[in-house]
């Protein structure tokens, strides 16, 4: 037998080696496997799959416009002539080896954009990826394309206005299913169901945050519905849990914690201070010291999950006829999505698309259709029993009680008294005495009571 002796020299060099050859291993041979890209209002999104993490750097360049994503240690196995551009800035996309080892993909573009990337980790869907939005540098056509909701009937009143919001979307799939039911499916044929439910009853009219299958940040949702000037966001989901028995629909509104916390964060920000300015005879936070501001916004968002709270159980009376409650009351956490500080805010739970029969349920068009029903039914039994001044359902109650009514009604983002008097034939005094107001002043989330013309 003879005895092979390695010197300490040799041996420090073979676990380099080995070292240099794990870390090449980790970043060579990082391949783009597949591509997609999602159109929507506000921006592009450009996603490549990847088989891992990749260290890139993204940057435009003018004249023409271009973006240039380079990656190291990267090849290229995805073809991009399959992508649809259609909708999006981009004309066409080119890409070349670059140093030996990296991959250049250049975009190019009808226009100058603003680019975003990150990466992504693995879901149930997708591996990991890098997402590269490309954002109109002229603005948010979320933003800059919505006009505020004034829809007037043959009577010359005002509509209810409910912002209905399909969550996740785009390269967000939410939950999916045991048989790959993906949730964000599911809630945008439930929303655009929802929506004409809602459109084909007179007095009201019904509004979507998206439209097709691209994702919108949460505070763009929310920001959507206060454009709209909405009485009402309603956010459709699927629950899901690890395992398969939980099932049942459930409703959320703002949890008093939330308030507190998103109170703070309003205040901190001034373009919010000034969202919340109410017209010449409203409240604003610009000008009052943190403590005032803090009750005023206080205030307004307790008065909204007051009446999310009242909405949220008129909904799950009526869900209950049709399916099993996960739980009987209305739950409460705190959701970005639902704190808007002026807006009755409500997240629904259609079911859990994580249990096999509630899946099969969610996936059938005529069960999406007995839901959708039962949350409108829900939300005009509520608005029917307490209909907004000015509204064609306020008009209608009052005829039914004989025109000698008082009805509520909480102030939202630009009313004023001297406006509310002239929607219900009444005047600015008048008002002030019936509510022992001292001044003409009123701010968002307050109540006021009105009598019927």
Excluded at 37 to 56: C, F, N, Q, S, Y
Excluded at 289 to 315: F, K, R, Y
Aim: net charge positive.
């Amino acid at each position: 037998m003879s005895i092979i002796r390695t010197s300490g020299t040799s041996l420090a060099v073979g676990m380099l080696a080995l070292l240099l050859a794990f870390s090449m291993s980790a970043w060579a041979g990082k391949e783009v496997e597949g591509v997609r890209i999602w159109p929507a209002p506000d921006h592009t999104r450009l996603v490549l799959d990847t088989a891992g993490k990749v260290e890139h750097n993204v940057f435009s360049l003018s004249g023409p416009s271009r973006l240039v994503i380079d990656m190291k240690n990267v090849s290229l196995q995805a073809d991009f002539s399959k992508l649809d551009l259609t909708d999006s800035p981009i004309r066409r996309i080119r890409s070349a080896p670059r140093n030996g080892n990296d991959l250049r993909v250049v975009l190019d573009l009808k226009s100058d954009i603003k680019p975003r990337s990150f990466q992504l980790e693995p879901n149930q869907q997708y591996g990991h990826r890098l997402v590269v939005d490309l954002i109109d540098e002229g603005g948010s056509k979320v933003q800059k394309d919505v006009k505020p909701t004034v829809t007037e009937n043959v009577n010359g009143k005002r509509d209810v206005i409910v912002v209905i919001d399909a969550g996740h979307g785009g390269e967000d799939p939410g939950a999916i299913g045991p048989r790959g039911t993906r949730e964000k499916d599911v809630v945008l044929s439930m929303a655009k169901t929802l929506q004409k439910l809602i459109d084909e009853k007179p007095g009201f009219t019904a509004k979507l945050t998206r439209t097709g299958d691209y994702y919108i940040d949460l505070r763009s949702r929310t920001l959507l519905a206060r454009k709209h000037n909405a009485d009402l966001f309603v956010s459709v989901h699927a629950d899901a849990f690890r395992t398969p028995q939980p099932r049942g629909a459930s409703v959320f509104a703002l949890s008093e914690r939330g308030a507190t916390s998103e109170s703070a964060r309003w205040l901190a920000q001034s373009e919010n201070r000034s969202d919340l300015i109410g017209g010449a005879g409203g409240v604003s936070l610009n000008g009052r010291d943190e403590m005032l501001a803090g009750v005023l916004l206080d205030l307004s968002m307790t008065a909204s999950i007051n009446s999310s709270l009242g909405i949220g159980s008129s909904i799950l009376g009526k869900l209950g006829n049709i399916t099993k409650l996960h739980k009987r009351g209305v739950e409460q956490a705190a959701f970005v999505v639902l704190k808007s500080p002026d807006i009755p805010s409500l997240l629904v739970e259609a079911g859990f698309i994580s249990n096999p029969q509630e899946e099969r349920n969610l996936s059938s068009s005529a069960y999406q259709r007995k839901l959708a029903s039962a949350v409108f039914d829900g939300i005009y039994e509520y608005f029917s029993d307490t209909p907004p001044p000015g509204t064609l359902l306020a008009a209608r109650k009052a005829s039914r009680q004989g025109g000698n009514s008082v009805s509520q009604y909480r102030i939202r983002r630009g009313d004023t008294l001297s406006g509310l008097a002239r929607e219900n034939q009444t005047t600015v005094s008048e008002l002030m005495r019936f509510n022992g107001l001292n001044d003409d002043r009123v701010m968002v989330g307050q109540t006021i009571h009105i009598p019927a013309s």
